[in-house]
């Protein structure tokens, strides 16, 4: 069996994050298991950040704004990691 790599953004800054662990943390917010290692896992990940900012009194707007900048930081992550065939995965 091949090892997955953790595409997670903790796991893509170096830190030891495997996706499964984050899987274990949020199956039951919605995460889908067939998302870890993939660029679906961030993509969640972002859209339930983004949705908790709004919960806590942001506007769309600036929920929208945080997470594309987070998004862009992503990308920047996985080019750094060799990982950018990743994005066009889907």
């Known amino acids: 069996m091949a090892l997955k790599r953790s595409v997670n953004y903790i796991a893509l800054r170096g830190g030891p ?3 499964m ?12 298991e ?12 972002l859209g339930k950040v983004k949705q908790e900012n709004m919960d806590a009194g942001m506007s769309v ?3 929208e704004s945080s997470r594309l900048a987070a998004l ?5 992550l996985y080019a750094k990691n060799g990982m950018l065939d990743l994005m066009k995965q889907s």
């Open 21 to 32: 662990e984050l899987y274990d943390e949020h199956k039951d917010d919605g995460l889908l």
């Open 17 to 19: 994050v495997d996706d």
């Open 34 to 45: 067939e998302y870890l290692y993939t660029h679906k896992l961030n993509e969640w990940m």
């Open 61 to 63: 707007e600036d929920a």
């Open 72 to 76: 862009k930081n992503i990308k920047e």
